[in-house]
């Protein structure tokens, strides 16, 4: 994960997320784990496309996942926290080469990157 740096002005991205698998069990609980603790306490989380359940238990909370239809949702997730606000991070897909993965995350936290197509 790359995040952008705090700021005032409002971004098209906070950030990038790069997990190591489609597993979204196994990966969403890292994701939300190596957040800054100013971001606040992540309730409901909204991912692209594919079926996930419907709330997961991650480090003893209940998040709540909502999904995007898949072909027209952006290539993000969405993390949401009660009175902290809304962050977007690019989701770089699991089988990118460190190559083509490197300059997304890297544009994406310096605020240079809009969202593309769903994953």
Do not use: K
Not at 90 to 96: A, H
Not at 97 to 105: G, K
Request: no cysteine.
């Amino acid at each position: 994960m790359l995040l952008a740096p705090q700021g005032e002005l409002p971004r098209a991205v906070d950030g990038a997320w790069w997990p190591r698998s489609y597993d979204l069990l196994t990966e969403l609980p890292h994701l939300l784990a190596g957040l800054p603790r100013t971001w606040g306490q992540i309730t409901s989380v909204t991912v692209s496309g594919a079926t996930w359940p419907g709330r997961i238990l991650v480090s003893h909370q209940v998040v709540r996942l909502r999904r995007m239809p898949g072909e027209s949702a952006p290539r993000t997730v969405v993390l949401l926290a009660p009175g902290r606000g809304r962050r977007d991070l690019l989701v770089v897909p699991p089988d990118t080469t460190e190559e083509a993965a490197e300059p997304l995350m890297s544009a994406a936290a310096g605020g240079q990157v809009r969202p593309g197509p769903s994953l």
